[in-house]
């Protein structure tokens, strides 16, 4: 399984900007759909956005038009870029193999805690 260091959260103000960075190893990264995920409080994890081994990407509604999944195959690194942030966009975000997340893997990084409050 590919493991998944996940980078980049903070404390934000509503409307600012952050970068989620995720390294993935793995030698077959750059044919392996990639997806960000979040999990609020209370709240089950759920997809945020993913972006296929050529590149296409899809979003959930909630951040389309906000954030920007992309993918840099050479350094084994998928991000997010989240702009016009929001206080629901709180949560922790992860990035996981978009098939082994639907296939219900237990094998997920640490998280990166993304807080947006004023």
């Known amino acids: 399984q590919v493991q998944l260091v996940e980078s980049g959260g903070g404390l934000v103000q509503p409307g600012g900007s952050l970068r989620l960075s995720c390294a993935a190893s793995g030698s077959i990264f750059s044919i392996t759909p990639m997806g960000w995920y979040r999990q609020a409080p209370g709240k089950q994890r759920q997809l945020v956005a993913a972006i296929t081994s050529g590149g296409s990407t899809n979003y959930a509604d909630s951040v389309k038009g906000r954030f920007t999944i992309s993918r840099d195959n050479a350094k084994n690194t998928v991000y997010l870029q989240m702009n016009s942030l929001k206080p629901e966009d709180t949560a922790v975000y992860y990035c996981?193999?978009?098939?082994?997340?639907?296939?219900?893997?237990?094998?997920w990084g640490q998280g990166t805690q993304v807080t947006v409050s004023s």
């Open positions: 996981n193999d978009v098939e082994d997340a639907e296939a219900g893997t237990d094998s």
